[in-house]
């Protein structure tokens, strides 16, 4: 049985009083929709660990700067429901857009510093809107635990610090990247990709392997990332935005890994942009 759709506020409000009277934990796990295996995966482990589910789907505005971005996202709702049912969520909570930014909205959510580097500097205005909306649905779904993926790592560390400096009681969890049988790292994008990009794609994933590798060779990002661009263009990538060894924790520049770190890549494949990242041990 596919759970429940709720669309109103003060509908999900009332359930959510009454398990937290009773002493259930409630776990969220916000969404865009168009869900994948690595969507399903985060409400898999907030099944296994909290006494109630809520799946969140909103398509944010706020956080897309290009309109045919929005535009072309896919839309999948019932889909989406149809997919969750075996995994037994309690409620799926699709606020429209009015619910979320009535008229007068006028807050912003913005965190300072980590979202100036990676997908911050390339997406104007993308984190602040990411911040404003999950802050909203930590506060509208009243959740003891959030699941997010690792494969937007740095929407991951923000929206912990988000949480950190509001105040809001919430344990933000990151769970592991998960991925096709080639490597490709899951995301509701890689529905836009064409059957011929779609062969070219795992290319990414690819060619940040073998630079994890050569770092276990002692080799430097400034040695590694001309020829890993050079390769990536070849397999017909059209412009790579950034391809750089970040520290985990604070995401600040790194040329080898000296600390605990992670590599990010981020580049486009007709017309799509693809963003994948790896976990990289200190040496
Ligand atoms: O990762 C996403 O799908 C979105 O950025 C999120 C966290 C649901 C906020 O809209």
Redesign the pocket.
Known sequence: MTAPIIRSLPELRELTRAWHRAGEMIGVV???GALHQG?LSLARIARAECDRVIT?I???PK?FNNPDDLKNYPRTEHEDARKLAPIGVDVIYVPDGDTMYPGGFATNVSVEGLTDCLCGAHRPGHFD??AT??SK?FLQTSADKAY??NK?YQ?LQV?RRMACDLDIPVEVIGCPTIREEDGLAMS?RNLLLSDRARIFAPHLNEVMEAIATAFAEGKAMSDLSGPAIAKLEQAGFTEVEYLELRAADGLGLLDTPSEHARLFAAAWLAGVRLIDNIDIPAR
């Open positions: 916000p969404t865009m969507h969140t909103f398509v944010n956080q809107g990411v909306v999950v649905l997010f993926g937007d929407q929206v509701s």
